[in-house]
């Protein structure tokens, strides 16, 4: 399995991070037939895939976390942007409220609808036993704590992403034994916040859980010259293990 950071900025936007965007692609471990999958399409997402060897036009599956604005505000332009290069199909899996949504936007822009073939599939909760299958991949889906309905997902048993969210214990145990967490980590701990966490909240609350590597992403402005001391403060608060910062264009395998 193949991740990409496409987005790890926020809803306030700094130059070199766009919105929230994932890309799992499949590897040798993986079905024959798993992803390409577009995890959320926030802002910029829609520039970042269009410079990745798989682009918008080999996209045909996106999951979203939630639907707030810096997570699905590219959606709309991947539906135009595939319908012009002469894709035919996407297929967008999100919370109650996705269809929505979309029904919402195509009123808006009526032009589009019917352009392509777009359906839309609705989940719920399933934690760390059940799994829906989404463009090949078993992912399994655990709500988080966040402002509107959000969930973490679980891909193939093991990479999870957080969605946006506080830092728990109930969260901590869904990605425990994961290869790879990426975890909204939004603020400095300087930063009275809720609805996302600091520092120290997620090195709390991931203390003596077994990930094997996390990278802390969706990064307000505040945390711009505070990488140090915030991943010195993931360690002080008792979570041992590697802890890096997300950025966009990076990849790793999993």
Known sequence: MRVTFLGTG?????????????????????????????????SGVLHRLSRTAVGYEGVSTVLLTHL?????????????????????HLEVVGP???????????EAYAYLDGRIDLRVREIGETGRDGTEEVAGFDVSSFET????????????????????TEAFE???????????????????DEVDVSNHPTPTQLGEALAGRDVGRVYLTHLYPHTEGKHREMLDAVE?????????FARDGLRFEV
């Not at 109650?96 to 195509?106: E, Q, R």
């Not at 002080?236 to 890096?244: E, H, K, L, S």
């Open 10 to 42: 926020s809803a306030m936007p700094v130059p070199d991070r766009v919105q929230t965007g994932l890309l799992v692609e499949g590897g040798p471990d993986d079905a024959d037939d798993a992803g390409p999958l577009l995890v959320d399409c926030g």
């Open 68 to 88: 707030h604005l810096d997570h699905v505000s590219d959606l709309l332009p991947l539906v135009k942007a595939r319908w012009l290069a002469g894709e035919e």
């Open 96 to 106: 109650a409220g996705t269809k929505a949504l979309l029904d919402a936007s195509f």
């Open 145 to 164: 704590r966040h402002s509107v309905r959000c969930f973490a997902y679980r891909f193939d048993d093991r990479f999870v992403f957080s969605g946006d």
């Open 170 to 188: 109930g969260l901590a145990n869904f990605a425990d034994g994961s290869r790879v967490l990426a975890h909204d980590c939004s603020f400095p």
């Open 236 to 244: 002080r608060a008792g979570f041992d293990g590697d802890v890096r």
